[in-house]
Structures are given as structure tokens and as C-alpha cells.
């Protein structure tokens, strides 16, 4: 597998609450995710947010065919995208397999297992050397999932224990759901990959630790898991950020808060001082 991740983290000032948003999976053009747009727009402004990270498959369905010129770059993100609140924040881009089937961000030749072992490396090291009191990594392809795509079992076997040394949480896309996942280790994880529909079936529910699963939009209209109090079309996550404590909030496509997790806190100091096993990013 090809592994495409950044890694979040920073210190807060006691008065000051940061905010971000996050949304994976939206670039199809569709009404989805004009609605989407909409209603980040909206919280954006009210939150006052500070950047979005777009967790993966930006361009569906086979990436962006052509040059940096394309018109899809207007066409379905600058057109979209395009509320005074929105326009005036920068975008943090992670690339999702649909992106890579793209000629415009795949590398050529054939997949370079060396290449991978050195990404697996650096985001090691740079876990380890992070002193941030919240830190979080993004990826496309998610942990854990409730949905149809599921957890991804070579990220629960190298990712997690790196993940659950240091005290970071992951935020992905790739199921097209909304969701958080508490695996009773500390780390948090939250699923935002319905940015322009909502939702791949829950049928690999069962496949996540034992009352993990907190929350999770999932099914046409979002209900098939558990109840929503009106049908999705689409949605995204923000994530509010205090020197006391930090919480994520799961929006649906207008906006509406559908579920906050409880209070994130800072990590500990052992934690911050803790190595995480650099031999597991030694990924087969």
C-alpha cells in the first residue's frame, strides 16, 4: 500500500481557541458538495478557523488527468469553495488513492518500496521529536471505520502502536462516512470521508474493537447505524483547540453540529518524552 499522511501538532495560548476543519472524499462535483461547501462556509465564519485539511480523494474519479493547469482545480475546488470565510484560509492537501490514479501526482514507474519505508521513517522521527501538547496525524486511508472499506489492518498493526506511544490520534477519509472511534487506548480516532455524499453501508462494524465505536454516520441519509435527525447529503468535522482540552465536533452538510467527542486533553509529559518503536515503520 501507499501511505500519504501529515502530521499535526502545536501549542495553544491560555486565551486563544484554535480551529480547523477537516473533510475528506469531496471533489465529485456534485450536489453533495456544493451543500458540503455551504456548510463549511458557515461554521467557518462562526468558528473562525484557521486553515482546512482535505483528507484525500480530491479529484474523483481518476485524479486530475493533465497538467497543474487543469480546469478541475477551478471547477471543483476554487468554484466550490469559494465563501469569503473559505477563500481567505489556506488548504493542507493529502492525496487519496483516487488522486493517484491521476497523472498529476503519481510518480512514475512502478510503486518504490524504499520510498515507503523512508515516509514510514520520517513520520516516526517526527512523532518522536514533537513536543506539541496535541498531536494528530492525517491520512487517507483510516485506522479504524465502521463502513464498508473498513479498518485498514496494516495501519492498525504499524500506525496504532506508534500512534498510542506518543499519545496522537488520527483523523482519515476513504469511507465515505462520519465518525469517532475510542478504541479504549487514549488514541482518538475520527472518520471524515463523506464530503460529497453520505453514506457507505456499516457493514464492517464488527470488525472494530469492542464499544469503540462512539458515533458514526453511516447508510443512505446517514441512519443505518444509529438515528440522525434529518437525511445527510454530506459533511465534515471541526476541531476546537484550548490549552486545557480539545474536542472535535461531526457536522452534517448544512452545518449542524450531529455529535462533539468529549474533552481531548494535552498530553503528558512522559508522553511527549516517550519513543515510539521506530522499527514498526519498518512496513512490509
Excluded at 518522536?128 to 498531536?135: C, I, R
Aim: with cysteine; charged share 15%.
Amino acid at each position: 500500500m501507499q501511505l500519504a499522511l501529515c502530521v499535526l501538532g502545536g501549542a495553544v495560548s491560555a486565551a486563544a481557541e484554535y480551529t480547523f476543519l477537516a473533510v475528506g472524499d469531496w471533489g465529485n462535483d456534485n450536489s453533495g458538495q456544493y451543500a458540503d461547501a455551504k456548510g463549511m462556509e458557515t461554521v467557518a465564519e462562526e468558528i473562525n478557523a484557521a486553515f482546512v485539511l482535505l483528507l484525500g480523494d480530491n479529484f474523483y474519479a481518476d485524479g486530475i488527468q493533465g497538467t497543474d493547469k487543469s480546469s478541475r482545480f477551478e471547477t471543483t475546488f476554487e468554484d466550490v469553495y469559494n465563501g469569503t470565510a473559505l477563500e481567505a484560509i489556506d488548504y493542507y492537501v493529502i492525496a487519496g488513492n483516487h488522486d493517484w490514479k491521476g497523472n498529476w501526482m503519481q510518480p512514475p514507474g512502478a510503486r518504490d518500496a524504499g520510498l515507503a519505508l523512508e515516509q514510514w521513517e520520517w513520520l516516526s522521527a517526527t512523532l518522536n521529536a514533537s513536543t506539541a501538547d496535541y498531536l494528530w496525524v492525517g491520512g487517507h486511508y483510516p485506522v479504524w471505520s465502521a463502513c464498508s472499506h473498513g479498518p485498514t489492518f496494516e495501519l492498525v498493526e504499524t500506525l496504532r502502536p506508534q500512534l498510542e506511544a506518543v499519545g496522537a490520534h488520527y483523523m482519515s477519509g476513504h469511507d465515505h462516512c462520519l465518525g469517532h472511534i475510542d478504541d479504549g487506548t487514549g488514541v482518538q480516532y475520527i472518520v471524515a470521508g463523506n464530503g460529497m455524499e453520505c453514506c457507505y453501508d456499516p457493514t464492517n462494524a464488527d470488525k472494530n474493537p469492542d464499544e469503540s465505536i462512539k458515533f458514526f454516520a453511516a447508510g443512505p441519509g446517514g441512519s443505518t447505524y444509529e438515528p440522525m435527525p434529518f437525511t445527510l447529503k454530506s459533511g465534515f468535522a471541526s476541531f476546537h483547540v484550548t490549552s486545557d482540552n480539545m474536542r472535535v465536533d461531526l457536522h452534517a452538510h448544512n452545518g449542524t453540529v450531529l455529535y462533539s467527542t468529549p474533552n481531548i486533553t494535552p498530553r503528558s509529559a512522559a508522553q511527549k518524552a516517550k519513543i515510539a518503536d521506530p522499527a514498526a515503520s519498518a512496513l512490509a
